[in-house]
C-alpha cells in the first residue's frame, strides 16, 4: 500500500506530506484547490508522462516520492535487480525544467520506462473518464482475460499461433510469378558465379596487403638489411659489432678468474657477441630469401583491387562473403525447389492451424465460463448501485485466428425491462457507464495483485450506492477523490485539499483531518459554504464512528 507521499513544488503545492492509512482515505475540497495536482504527483512518481509546466513557478524543479510497504516480489523489480526491505520501497522522481528527469527505485537509479513498470504494478490510477474504456470493444476481451485469469490458456493458444504465424511467412516468401522467379534466379545465379570465381580464402586479405606493403617498399627494406648487416658483420672486409664483441670478450677473459665482477662482465659480453652474431644470421636469411618481382606485385595489386570491389557488393570481409555466397546457394535452392518445399510447408501449415484451432477451444471455453461468473457479478453488483433492471450479458463471435484468439468479445446491456440487449457503446448513457465501470473495477479489483487502487472523482453521474469503494477498500487500499459527502463519510481517513495566498502567492496543502474538521468538511460538502446546525446535525451520523448529539449541538 501507499503509506507516504512526498511532493516538492508541485504546481501550487509547494511542499507536502501525505501519510496514508490502510483501508478508505477520501480527498475532498473545492473546486480548483488543488485535489488533480496531488493526483498528477502520484502519476510523476510511478512513472506516467508529466510536462514541465508542472514545476512550480520559479523553482528550478520538482520532487515527489512515494513510500510503499507490504510490496511482493514483482517480475518487475527482478529486472532491474532491486530487493526491497522487509516489504518496504521508496520511488523517487525529479522533473527539471530543461525536461530531463532523475528517477530511482529503492535508491537506484532507473529510466521511466522501468519506473512505469514498476509503478504500475504497484498503484493503478482510475479517471472519472474511464467509463468510455467501455465504448470501446477492443477492451472487453481484456476485462473478461483479467477476470478470468486465462493466463495459462491464452500462453499455450499464443504458442501454437505464433508457429502457425512463422510457417505462413515462409510459405509466404516462397510465393512468386514465373516471370520474377526467372529474374531472381538469375540474379542468384550470377553473384553466385562471381564469387566461387574469386576463390575466396579466409585470412587471404590479411596476408595480401602484408605481402603488398613488403613488395612496395622493397628497396627500403633492402636497404635497413644491408646496412644492419655491415654494421654487424663489416661486410667482406670483417670488423663490425660481432667481431668486436668476440674481441672485447676475449679481453675481459684473461681476468675473469680473478674477480668476480670481471666475470660477471666478461659474461654479459659473450652474451652480447651471441645476439649480435644470431641478429647478423637472421638478418643475411632475409636478405637471401627476399626475391622481390616487380609482376607479383601487379598481381597483388590486382587481387586487392579484385577484393575491394567484391567487398563492396557483398560484405565488409572475405568471411562476410563467403557467407552471403552460402546464403544465395540456399535461397536459389529454394526458389529452384520452391514447389516441394510449398508442398511440405502447406501440410505443416495445416497441421499447425488444427493445433491453433485446437488450443483457441480451449481458450474460449475457458473464458465461457469465466464470461458467466463475471455476467452474475456485474449483475450484482449493478443491483448494489441502484440498477436492479439493468441486464448485463456478454457475448462471443468466431472470429479469424489472430494473436488474441478466435473469439470477438462484446459487453452487452439493457437498461429497460422488456428491451433487447445491445452492444454497450450503443445504449450506454454517462451515468451508465461509469456505474458499470465501477462495477466492473470492483469485481476486478479482487484478483488484481495491485495493492493501491486511486479513484479520482468516479462519483460523477454515480448515485451514492457509490460506497462500493468503500467494499473494495476491504481488499486493497482505497484512495478516492470526491465530492461527494456520502462517499467521504465513509472513508476510514479523511483528507481535507485547502488553497491560500501567502505573499503574493498561492498555496495548496493537504490537511488530515479530525472529527471536528471531519464533521465540518461533510456538512460543507452538503450545503456549501453557509454551514448551519441543520447541517451539522445532518452529518453528524455520516463521520465515522458518529458524533454524540450534545457534542453537535454544542458545536452548532
Known amino acids: 500500500m501507499l503509506q507516504l507521499l512526498h511532493i516538492e513544488n508541485i504546481a501550487v503545492i509547494e511542499e507536502a506530506d501525505i501519510t496514508f492509512d490502510e483501508g478508505f482515505n477520501a480527498l475532498t475540497g473545492e473546486t480548483g484547490a488543488g485535489k488533480s495536482i496531488v493526483i498528477d504527483a502520484m502519476g510523476a512518481v510511478l512513472g506516467q508522462r508529466t510536462s514541465r509546466d508542472l514545476i512550480r513557478t520559479g523553482a528550478a524543479k520538482s520532487f515527489v516520492s512515494a513510500v510503499f510497504t507490504g510490496v511482493p516480489a514483482l517480475p518487475a523489480l527482478e529486472e532491474c535487480g532491486i530487493q526491497t526491505e522487509d516489504g518496504e520501497l521508496l520511488l523517487q522522481r525529479e522533473i527539471y525544467a530543461d525536461g530531463k528527469n532523475a528517477c530511482r527505485v529503492g535508491g537506484r537509479p532507473v529510466t521511466v520506462a522501468q519506473l512505469r513498470k514498476i509503478g504500475g504494478a504497484l498503484l493503478n490510477i482510475h479517471g472519472q473518464h ?149 641478429v647478423a644470421e637472421t638478418l643475411r636469411d632475409l636478405e637471401d630469401a627476399f626475391d622481390f618481382s616487380p609482376q607479383e606485385l601487379d598481381e597483388l595489386e590486382g587481387r586487392a583491387d579484385q577484393l575491394y570491389r567484391l567487398k563492396k557488393k557483398y560484405g565488409p570481409t572475405v568471411e562476410d562473403m563467403l557467407e552471403y555466397l552460402e546464403q544465395r546457394k540456399e535461397e536459389l535452392d529454394q526458389i529452384a525447389f520452391a514447389s516441394d518445399t510449398a508442398a511440405r510447408l502447406e501440410k505443416q501449415l495445416e497441421k499447425e492451424r488444427k493445433q491453433v484451432m485446437k488450443a483457441a477451444g480451449v481458450l474460449s471455453q475457458a473464458r465461457k465460463e469465466a464470461a458467466k461468473r463475471l455476467e452474475e457479478r ?24 489472430d494473436a488474441s484468439g478466435i473469439d470477438l468479445v462484446r459487453f452487452l446491456m439493457s437498461a429497460n425491462v422488456g428491451e433487447e440487449l445491445r452492444p454497450i457503446n450503443k445504449v450506454a448513457s454517462g451515468g451508465e457507464l461509469a456505474r458499470i465501470m465501477l462495477a466492473l473495477k470492483n469485481v476486478l479489483a479482487e484478483n488484481e495483485l495491485i495493492g493501491t487502487l486511486v479513484f479520482d472523482e468516479v462519483d460523477t453521474g454515480v448515485s451514492g450506492r457509490a460506497a462500493k469503494l468503500a467494499q473494495v477498500s476491504r481488499r486493497k487500499q482505497v484512495l478516492c477523490v470526491t465530492h461527494l459527502p456520502q462517499l467521504a463519510a465513509m472513508a476510514d481517513t479523511h483528507f481535507s485539499v485547502e488553497k491560500g495566498e501567502s505573499g503574493g502567492r498561492t498555496y495548496t496543502r493537504v490537511l488530515r483531518l479530525d472529527r471536528e474538521r471531519r464533521k465540518q468538511e461533510l456538512a460543507r460538502l452538503t450545503g456549501g459554504e453557509r ?26
Request: aromatic letters at 6%; glycine letters at 8%; one cysteine or more.
Open 378 to 401: 456485474i449483475q450484482e453488483e449493478l443491483r448494489q448501485l441502484d440498477m436492479p433492471k439493468v441486464r448485463f450479458a456478454i457475448c462471443f463471435e468466431e472470429k479469424e485466428p
Open 130 to 278: 474511464d467509463g468510455q474504456q467501455l465504448l470501446d470493444e477492443e477492451q472487453h476481451g481484456a476485462y473478461l482475460d483479467s477476470f478470468g485469469q486465462v493466463d495459462r490458456e491464452l500462453g499455450g493458444y499464443a504458442a501454437c499461433y505464433e508457429a502457425m504465424e512463422g510457417t505462413r511467412k515462409k510459405l509466404k516468401s516462397l510465393q512468386m510469378d514465373e516471370a520474377e522467379k526467372e529474374r531472381r534466379m538469375d540474379s542468384l545465379k550470377f553473384q553466385i558465379d562471381e564469387l566461387e570465381r574469386a576463390q575466396l580464402k579466409v585470412g587471404e586479405e590479411e596476408a595480401l596487403l602484408q605481402r603488398r606493403n613488403l613488395l612496395r617498399n622493397s628497396e627500403k627494406f633492402m636497404s635497413a638489411i644491408q646496412g644492419a648487416v655491415w654494421s654487424l658483420t663489416g661486410g667482406d672486409e670483417g670488423g663490425g659489432a660481432v667481431s668486436e664483441l668476440r674481441e672485447a670478450a676475449g679481453a675481459m677473459a684473461g681476468a675473469k678468474g680473478l674477480d668476480e665482477q670481471f666475470a660477471k662482465l666478461h659474461e654479459r659480453l659473450e652474451s652480447l657477441h651471441s645476439e649480435a652474431y644470431d
Open 531 to 556: 454551514i448551519t446546525a441543520a447541517l451539522l446535525a445532518e452529518n453528524r451520523e455520516r463521520c465515522v464512528p458518529p458524533l454524540p448529539v450534545a457534542e453537535v449541538e454544542k458545536i452548532a
